[in-house]
């Protein structure tokens, strides 16, 4: 029987390894697996490359897996954000990598990734600083870059609700990057708000069908990244 | 005797055969025709989810008669069901499912099979023939194991297992294991290897139907 | 105000013009738009280039358009199915070209045409004739064929229910190529079996976002081609 | 009287220019900031449907106070609404309808921009700065028509309206037309084009604080 429900944080991610390469959904808090990323501090997994569009807020979440040292370099298009000041202090020490990207680029590189796709043609970013050193080619007398698929040993990602397949629909903004990011990793763990029974998901509005998924783990009540940086929370606590 | 032997396997044989290699829990595409036929034999205890490329995960049995929906199909065009925990997407996603080397097994039916895994099974490649491709090519190129299930020989006595497929590829080296009704044969780096014969069957006699160079 | 419905196929098709490119929805029968093809074929345009991932069967729907001689070229995956006489025969004579792509890669370049990626690399057809006088390249250690986007002038396509944004879902396994096929085409044009007021679609399950569609035309009760062929029916009838 | 000059429109005046341009049924991307208030002044029978690139078409207004949904956000991470006949969509999506040109209008704040239409809006280039790029070089290569909001001068005096941009750049020769709080000045050819000058403002006045070459 095919049951991707996991019991708990800690053994749905417990074997990611030293060095890994992970993706993180989330777009600011919205979508943000916080209680994924804090039981991959307490696991202690180092040296990763984390894909995800911020570098998180205070001192919890990613900002918090950041702060612990855990994380040799971010690919990411906007690591400057309010309430952001652990990844931009290691980074004026030369204590983290940056590889900057567009945000759509990221996004599409990421979806080559999941789709087979090793490398394709945009003209975003043409002409700019991000675009140097990287092969150009003309279509149609327009400029364009090639850009290379992201892909990942893990995703980290936040849903709504999954059922045992790892089928899952999303709320709202906090859609942003997990579909995607479930498709280009090798294994996919999502945080779901709830576990529903199969066939409870219309079909027709599954968004991330199970068969990019491998665990799900049921977090009822997640944390809200903005209320514990106001509160000045900081993991471990 | 020799009539007997060569009749080996019945093709829901082969399809069962093909079935008992699946692992719990795959994800599973299978091509047009006799490879459609595997979906009878899920062995007990074993839970697989087939995907069809026209863009539905979870394809269940057949309807029963009257109940065909014209837009509930499989990739042959025929009407299918889908089960609890099923899934319809458009044809990007699908195939991001293929070439994204997502799906577990696909079981695909063969004009040819060469030794070192090459398939051929989309065009004889006859001038004024309609070629026609379909999904086949992206299937061997995305997915990670390829089975082939397929008669030994033609209708008119041709070997289907050869040295080198004369038709247009499907793709190269691409072929995990080939289900024939006379064999079960794995491409390894040294060429074919017997995996089973049918019942009463000889390496030799296997030998004598089949163009590759085989090993036991 | 925005309303991109149409009050009848006629005036959805009116502007499409003798060489244009047309996308066409469908795999099979499921998801081809019958009723707007027969009023292309009556609207007159011709030279045409088609995109669709089969020719039709019988003499209605795609078929009976190819029949009418108002197709140039066909770019399709599989132009032989059941009951499908009238391409082969054009083609066995000569009189209509063929693009054949593989289904996947037919779809990756629609999709490319619908997000601004010029080409893509993939590794389906290398090695095989469908590869042939394209630019591979080796990305680790793999081997990929470079294919190009394609774009449409127009795309007849059919869905389930459409508001006045153009937002749509469709059907089942109809959905096949409408949602990228209406990405990739300057006018897409939609009839569909309902239109619902705006929000009565969960935005949670809009298959295709109404910036990508620009007329919907309301067809109640859809021919189905199948039932057409077994009855030996013809367009125009 | 010099000083009443270069005070301009206000903010709010130029946001209600810039909407007064936008076409009925148009979709329309505001970037962060001083584009946003853009919203506010959607002409009398005119309908625009709002896109963020994290994810939503049908963006609508602020929510009441204590309304607020985390995950109900725009790009700027602030609090939003959405609109009867929205739709939610992933980050691939989004960019399928920037980069695919299916965009109508975006309206972006500037660093600076250069006569030819060459636009800096992400980064000052200053060693130590932390680079941020989000998706701008997206939206400048992919919507049809880039609007430019922003103060003619910066804070320090510094033309922002200029030969060559300085800092590095989001997008070259991308920008359609430039508001500012002294004039509206298109991009064209032969340059920059004054449409509008601030009430009592002299082309003359507005060469002396614009670095670029500027034309009636």
């Not at chain 1, 590889?99 to 090793?118: D, F, M, N, S």
């Not at chain 1, 609700?161 to 280009?184: E, H, Q, S, W």
């Not at chain 2, 090459?118 to 299937?139: C, F, H, R």
Request: aromatic fraction near 6%; charged fraction near 20%.
């Amino acid at each position: 029987m095919i049951n991707k429900i996991v019991t708990n944080v800690e053994e749905a991610v417990q074997d990611i390894f030293d060095g890994a390469t992970i993706m993180i959904s989330g777009f600011g808090e919205a979508g943000s697996p916080i209680e994924l990323i804090h039981a991959l501090i307490d696991q202690g997994a180092k040296d990763l490359t984390i894909v995800s569009n911020n570098t998180g807020s205070g001192e919890v979440g990613l900002a918090a897996l950041i702060a612990h040292k855990r994380v040799k370099k971010m690919i990411c298009s906007f690591p400057r954000t309010a309430n952001s000041t652990v990844f931009p202090e290691l980074y004026k020490k030369g204590e983290i990598e940056l590889e900057l990207v567009p945000q759509g680029t990221l996004a599409e590189r990421i979806r080559a990734g999941g789709a087979g796709i090793p490398a394709f043609f945009t003209p975003t970013s043409v002409g700019t600083p991000l675009a140097e050193g990287k092969e150009t080619r003309v279509f149609d007398e327009i400029t364009y870059v090639m850009e290379n698929a992201i892909k990942a040993d893990f995703a980290l990602v936040k849903a709504l609700k999954a059922d045992r397949y790892g089928n899952l629909v999303y709320n709202k903004t906090a859609r942003n990057f997990g579909p995607i990011m479930c498709t280009a990793a090798k294994t996919a763990i999502v945080q779901a708000e709830q576990i529903v029974e199969l066939g409870d998901i219309d079909p027709e509005c599954v968004v991330t069908p199970g068969i990019f998924v491998k665990r799900v783990v049921k977090i009822t009540n997640p944390a809200q990244e903005s209320k514990l940086v106001a509160e000045n929370r900081r993991y471990p606590w | 005797m020799v009539n007997e032997l060569k009749e080996g396997w019945d093709v829901n044989q082969m399809a069962q055969k093909v079935a008992l290699d699946i692992p719990d829990g795959s994800y599973v595409n299978l091509g047009i025709g006799i490879p459609e036929k595997v979906a009878a034999f899920v062995p007990e205890g074993r839970e697989f989810i087939y995907h069809t490329e026209n863009g539905l995960l979870g394809m269940g049995p057949v309807p029963a008669k009257g109940q065909e929906d014209p837009e509930l199909i499989n990739a042959g065009k025929k009407a299918v069901t889908a089960i609890p925990g099923a899934c319809y997407f458009h044809h990007a996603d699908s195939f991001t499912m293929i070439r994204g080397k997502h799906i577990d097994v696909c079981v695909l039916g063969a004009l040819q099979v060469a030794e070192n895994g090459d398939l051929a099974n989309w065009s004889t490649g006859e001038p004024g023939a309609i070629p026609a491709v379909g999904g086949a090519m992206d299937l061997v190129a995305g997915v990670k194991t390829i089975y082939v299930i397929t008669k030994h020989i033609t209708k008119t006595g041709e070997a289907k297992i050869v040295k080198n497929c004369s038709y247009p590829l499907t793709g190269k080296a691409v072929v995990n294991r080939i289900y024939t009704d006379l064999a079960i044969l794995d491409v390894t780096e040294k060429g074919l290897k017997v995996i089973e014969l049918a019942p009463g069957l000889s390496f030799e006699y296997l030998q004598s139907v089949t163009e590759a160079h085989i090993f036991q």
